[in-house]
C-alpha cells in the first residue's frame, strides 16, 4: 500500500524539506479526523486524499495544492471547520479545500438544474484560485480508478458525467494525461464490453506490429544521427476512447485507424523542431495538406508540437508529433506546468503563458455566467466553449486570434471585445465585402466594420458558434427587449391611466411602492416591463393605482363605467416598425403601413400587430383588455415582408421577368416557390419586402401589366 513516507520520498526530488513537512503535517491531521472511515472498498479512508496527493505529486504540483489533497473531505465529511484549518495550515490551503469542498457536493444525476447551479460554483471557485480544479481533477480521478466498488447504474452515472464535463475541462486546461485516463475509465465504466474487445483487439495489433513500429523508429533516428540533430524518437499509442470514437464517428473499422503509426519526437529547442521536421520531410514524403505548426501558432489551451503526416514504407501512413522537452510537459500536465517550473525556479514562458490562457479563459466564463439567462443556459455554452478545433485568423494588423471551426465573422468580433461585438455591420474577409454569416477559414485577414448605436440582430444566432457570442448576442437582446418592453409598458399604462385623468408621472409615490411591495417587484421599470410584454394588463393595474390615489372619489374612480377622461395620453398608441422586440408583427396576416391595425397583447411578447380584418382576431375581440388601438407612424422606413399568390400561364423566362420587374420597383424577393395546377397554368407564390400599402399597390399595378398574367393575391397564412 502507498504511504506518506513513500510520497514524502517523491516530493524530495522537486520541495524542500520544510514544505514536504507541511504536507506530511497535513496527512497525519486528516488521517485523524477521518479516523474510523473507510471506503466502499473496505480501506481506510484516508487512502484516497493520500491517492489524489500522489497525483498531484506526479505533476509536480506545489505543497499547497498537496495539503488541500490531503484535507479536501475534511471539511465535507468531518466536524472540522474552514477556521480550524485556516488556524493549522494557512488561510490560502483553508480557501483551496472550501473550494474543493463546494465542487464535491455537485451531483448531476438527472437533475438538469442542479447540475447547471452546481457547474456555476465550480466557475467562481476557479475564478477564485486555479489549482481548486487541478485537486478536483485529481480527486476525480481517484474516484474513477476506484469505481469497482459501486452499483453499474452508479458507476454510468459518474462516467458520464466525468465524460461530459471533468475531462472536457483537464482538456481545455491542458492536462492531457488526465484527460486521456478519464476519458477511457469512463468508457470502460460506460460501454465495458466494448472497451474490452477495443482493448483485447489493439493488444492484438500492437503485437503484430511491432516489428514494424522499430523498424519505422529505428530509421528515424538513425536519420537524426545521421544529421547531428539531438532527439529521442517514442512511439505513440492511440487511447480506446479515441479508437472507438474514429470508429463511430467516421465510420472507420478497426484495422483501418490502426494502419495509422504514430510517433513523437523529443528534442531539446525550437530550432531544432523545425531542423528534425526537414530531416523527416528528407526520409519520408509529407502528406500534402496534414501539416499543421503549432509551435507558431499555439492552441487555446497552451499546446505546442509540429504536426505532419509521412507516407511511410509501402504506402502506410506515418503521424509525427515534434516538440522540446518543455513543450512535452505542457502537452502533459497543461496549466499544472506553471507550478512544475515555479518549483524549480524556472518561470518558463510557456508555462506562464498557459496559466495566463487558463485565467482568461475562466474570465470569459465568469462573463458568460454574469449575461447568461440561466444556469441551464450558461452550462450550454459553456459546452459549446470547451472543444474549440483550430481556425486561426489575422486581425489588420497581424494579430492572430483563435476560434473554433465554423466560426464566422461575428464571433470574431465577439471575440476582440463585446461593444465590438454588439455594434458591428459589416465585415471585410481579405479586403473584400462579406456577409457576417460567412464562416472563416484559417489564414484569412478580417476587419470588422462598426457603427455608433447599431445593435445585435436576432438572426445571428443561427450562425454564431462561440460561447462568448451567443451569450452576449442573448444578453444584449434581453436588454434591449427590456428597454424596449418599459418604454411601451409606459405609454400602454399612461394610456390606461387618462381614463382616471391622472398619469404614471402624476401618481403619489407611497401608492406606486405599495402596489411594487403587494406584487412582488423591484422597482417601476420591473411594473413597466410586465406591462409591454404582455404579462399584467395596464387596465386593471391602471385601476388599481387609480382607486388608491384619487382621494377616494369612487364615482370617478371606483366605479369601472367611469368616463374616460382626455388627456395627453389617450388615443391609439403609434407605431414605425422598428420597435424589434416590444412590438412584433403577426405572420398571419402581415400587415403593412397603410393597412388599418390593431394590437394584441400577448403574453411574453408584448404587442402582436394584426391586420383590422384579420380572422385570427374573432376569438379575442370579447376580451377588450387584451386589444389595444394602433396607428402608424408617417416616418417609417423599414421593409415589410408580404406574400403574393400569382396566376400565370406557363412560359419560358417569366420567373426572370417578374424577378426583374419587382427589383426595378425598389422591392427585394425574399422568397419564391412555384406550383403547377396544370400544364398550362401554375401559381406563383412570392414574398416580397416593401415600404408599404401604397408601395404594394404599385407593384401590384405593374405586374398587371405583364402579359399572361391571371389573378394576383395577397396572400395569408
Not at 496559466?355 to 462573463?367: F, I, K, P, Y
Amino acid at each position: 500500500m502507498f504511504t506518506i513516507d513513500d510520497l514524502a520520498d517523491r516530493l524530495g526530488g522537486y520541495l524542500p524539506m520544510e514544505e514536504i513537512q507541511q504536507v506530511r503535517r497535513a496527512f497525519y491531521y486528516a488521517e485523524q479526523a477521518h479516523d474510523g472511515q473507510t471506503r466502499r472498498s473496505g480501506e481506510p479512508y484516508v487512502t484516497h486524499p493520500l491517492a489524489v496527493a500522489n497525483i498531484l505529486a506526479n505533476m509536480h504540483m506545489d505543497h499547497q495544492s498537496l495539503m488541500a489533497a490531503m484535507l479536501h473531505d475534511v471539511i465535507e465529511d468531518t466536524g472540522v471547520t474552514k477556521d480550524a484549518l485556516a488556524a493549522q495550515f494557512g488561510e490560502a490551503v483553508a480557501e483551496l479545500v472550501d473550494g474543493v469542498s463546494k465542487l464535491t457536493q455537485i451531483t448531476f444525476e438527472d437533475k438538469a438544474v442542479a447540475q447547471a447551479e452546481n457547474f456555476q460554483k465550480m466557475v467562481m471557485a476557479m475564478s477564485q484560485d486555479i489549482r481548486v480544479i487541478i485537486v478536483k481533477l485529481a480527486d476525480r480521478l481517484h474516484n474513477m480508478r476506484t469505481l469497482g466498488a459501486l452499483r453499474p447504474d452508479k458507476k454510468r452515472r459518474i462516467a458520464r458525467e466525468t465524460l461530459e464535463i471533468y475531462a472536457r475541462i483537464a482538456g481545455r486546461l491542458g492536462i492531457n494525461t488526465i484527460r486521456v485516463e478519464l476519458e477511457d475509465l469512463s468508457f470502460q465504466a460506460i460501454h465495458p464490453m466494448r472497451a474490452e474487445r477495443i482493448k483485447r483487439a489493439v493488444a492484438r495489433a500492437r503485437g503484430n506490429r511491432r516489428s514494424t513500429m522499430r523498424q519505422i523508429q529505428s530509421s528515424l533516428q538513425r536519420r537524426l544521427d545521421e544529421d547531428d540533430l539531438t532527439g529521442s524518437v517514442v512511439g505513440r499509442q492511440k487511447h480506446l476512447l479515441s479508437i472507438y470514437r474514429k470508429m463511430h464517428d467516421q465510420r472507420k473499422p478497426f484495422a483501418e485507424i490502426m494502419d495509422v503509426f504514430g510517433f513523437r519526437i523529443i528534442t531539446d529547442d525550437v530550432d531544432n523542431c523545425y531542423r528534425i521536421l526537414g530531416a523527416v520531410h528528407n526520409l519520408y514524403k509529407p502528406v500534402p495538406g496534414r501539416f499543421k505548426d503549432y509551435i507558431a501558432i499555439p492552441k487555446a489551451n497552451g499546446y505546442q508540437s509540429l504536426h505532419t503526416t509521412l507516407f511511410g514504407p509501402s504506402g502506410m501512413p506515418i503521424e509525427v508529433q515534434i516538440r522540446t522537452r518543455e513543450m512535452e510537459a505542457m502537452a502533459n500536465n497543461g496549466i499544472a506546468a506553471h507550478w512544475l517550473y515555479k518549483a524549480g525556479q524556472t518561470e518558463r514562458p510557456i508555462a506562464v503563458g498557459s496559466h495566463a490562457r487558463a485565467r482568461e479563459w475562466v474570465r470569459g466564463l465568469l462573463e458568460m455566467q454574469r449575461h447568461a439567462g440561466d444556469s441551464l443556459e450558461f452550462i450550454e455554452h459553456v459546452k459549446n466553449d470547451l472543444f474549440p478545433d483550430d481556425v486561426y485568423i489575422f486581425t489588420p494588423k497581424g494579430d492572430i486570434m483563435e476560434l473554433p471551426q465554423g466560426a464566422t465573422a461575428v464571433d470574431f468580433a465577439y471575440t476582440v471585445h463585446t461593444d465590438i461585438g454588439n455594434s458591428c455591420i459589416a465585415c471585410r474577409i481579405d479586403r473584400h465585402l462579406a456577409p457576417l454569416s460567412t464562416p472563416l477559414e484559417s489564414g484569412q485577414t478580417l476587419e470588422i466594420i462598426t457603427a455608433p448605436g447599431a445593435r445585435p440582430n436576432l438572426a445571428w444566432l443561427n450562425f454564431v458558434v462561440t460561447a462568448k457570442a451567443r451569450s452576449a448576442i442573448r444578453h444584449a437582446l434581453k436588454s434591449q427587449q427590456r428597454s424596449e418592453a418599459i418604454q411601451l409598458g409606459r405609454r400602454l399604462l399612461n394610456r390606461a391611466l387618462s381614463s382616471f385623468d391622472t398619469s404614471v408621472e402624476k401618481l403619489p409615490a407611497e401608492r406606486l411602492t405599495a402596489l411594487l411591495a403587494e406584487l412582488d417587484l423591484a422597482n417601476e421599470d420591473d411594473l413597466l416591463e410586465t406591462i409591454g410584454l404582455g404579462t399584467r394588463l395596464a387596465h386593471a393595474t391602471a385601476k388599481r393605482l387609480a382607486d388608491a390615489s384619487l382621494s377616494g372619489d369612487e364615482d370617478a374612480a371606483g366605479s369601472p363605467d367611469a368616463s374616460p377622461h382626455t388627456g395627453p395620453h389617450t388615443g391609439p398608441i403609434v407605431i414605425n416598425g422598428s420597435e424589434s422586440m416590444a412590438i412584433s408583427f403577426a405572420r398571419c396576416c402581415h400587415p403593412l403601413p397603410g393597412d388599418p391595425v390593431i394590437g394584441h397583447l400577448s403574453m411574453g411578447k408584448g404587442i402582436v400587430v394584426h391586420r383590422h380584418d384579420c380572422g385570427n382576431l374573432d376569438e379575442l375581440r370579447d376580451d377588450p383588455d387584451k386589444l389595444v388601438s394602433l396607428t402608424w407612424s408617417n416616418q417609417i422606413e423599414q421593409d415589410f415582408p408580404v406574400p403574393l399568390r400569382i396566376e400565370v400561364e406557363t412560359r419560358r423566362g417569366l420567373i426572370a421577368e417578374l424577378a426583374s420587374l419587382i427589383t426595378d420597383a425598389d422591392a427585394n424577393i425574399e422568397r419564391i416557390g412555384i406550383e403547377e395546377r396544370d400544364a398550362r397554368l401554375s401559381i406563383v407564390n412570392l414574398t416580397i419586402l416593401v415600404k408599404g400599402r401604397i408601395h404594394l399597390a404599385r407593384i401590384i399595378k405593374r405586374l398587371r401589366n405583364l402579359n399572361h398574367i391571371g389573378r394576383i393575391v395577397r396572400a395569408r397564412s
